[in-house]
DNA sequence: GCCTTATATTATCATCCGATAACATGAGGA
DNA sequence: TCCTCATGTTATCGGATGATAATATAAGGC
């Protein structure tokens, strides 16, 4: 009984994304992963070289897709309107959020890989996290200069920023026993991001807030 | 050649929270964690009873340092001055941070177990993180009746504040490549609390933000 | 100084893992 | 029609892991 399918490659990367989002990359097992499509443990061999190549693909598959979704933003790059500025940053941060709840595994991946050093770590950071870490800096710096946004360096904004918009989703078996609620919902999400937004530029939605230091 | 000491549990609970919290507790192997002590594997069963015993064993007692760490904030019950709730409040954000930073191994086990449903997870939800999930969650609510903090439910808010804190000292390995900085040292640790409990509440530090909705 | 008991050390087992080899099968071209 | 080659399937290997049994050794009570 033999089962050929032509979507083999994909349904293995999406097995891949969710095994490693949840177990991580020692936790998770190829024979777990392929059983998740109904494939052999050798076919991860097969069509990757190895668990490392397999999860490197499915990062880089993954991280296309947050490009993806925020291609279009166009950041506004001269001197500007600081509300249009804030506006535009604050759009970014709902679809950062928005993508952070639909696609778990790419938050949950970078905290499994961040904590210890790591030739898939390094890799990692400087392939995908640094071109996001400079856009955020650069956005901030503006932010801050324009008067909007508290005093915190851009660097450590960052960190603020990605920690609270994707721990409720990185830890969403933790958030559903907590609260009691689905964080996956759509309100929940909306409304979340909402909130956020308004934490990090509280002046965006009414009068604007300017921080004396 | 026979090696005798009275404190090996400790130091074998010490080698076994840097271990689980850099690689998880699959990744976490009793070999590895007994030779960081220069001890055998099989005194890990003998002293405990099992990998799960001694990684719960090492949950308590990181839990209880924590909580050493916040047991005299006493923050006010009653109603109160909104200027000293808030800053009762910028504290215990303060504390949590200073927390974060010195015992990295607490989120990062929090996070590595809460990307997905166990019975490991469901215990330190229910010992540990939800009383700290409830205490904030109270203390938000009073915040924002007092017309300071953010739009945003408590139990979003709780998200937005442990993400937010715990982020660069999870991922320090991360913030160091991506940085330059050591996220551990004094400086930048008291820098990122003080930001961020001016991002949380933005008229602690001067004039207090009223928010409309 | 012996004897008991706690703990350290060594040896070993069953299990699981990633990888690879060996084999089977089917689709497409000549 | 047959041959080739890509891919599915099965079997197996060496290595690592958690647990436990077996043994050794030191400390403390008498």
Redesign the interface.
Known sequence: MRRTRDDIREQLLGAALVEF???????ASTRSIAQRVNAHQPQINYHFASKEALWAAAVDHLFALLGDELADLALPGGPEDPARLASAFAEAVRRFVRFAAAH?ELN?I????????SDR??WM?DRH??PM?EAIRAVWQRLRAAGIG????P??????????????F??????????G?EPTDRAWVE??A???V???L?GA??RP?R???
């Open positions: 989002g949840a177990k991580g990359f020692d936790g778990p949950q970078m905290v499994h890989e961040a904590t210890e050093d770590l390094r950071v996290v640094r870490y508290a005093p915190i360096e660097a450590m904004a960052h960190y603020v920023i990605v920690g609270a918009a994707s721990l409720p990185v830890n969403a078996p933790e958030a559903r026993l907590l609260t609620a409304s979340y909402d909130g956020l308004a934490t990090l509280p939605s009414g807030v921080f004396s230091s």
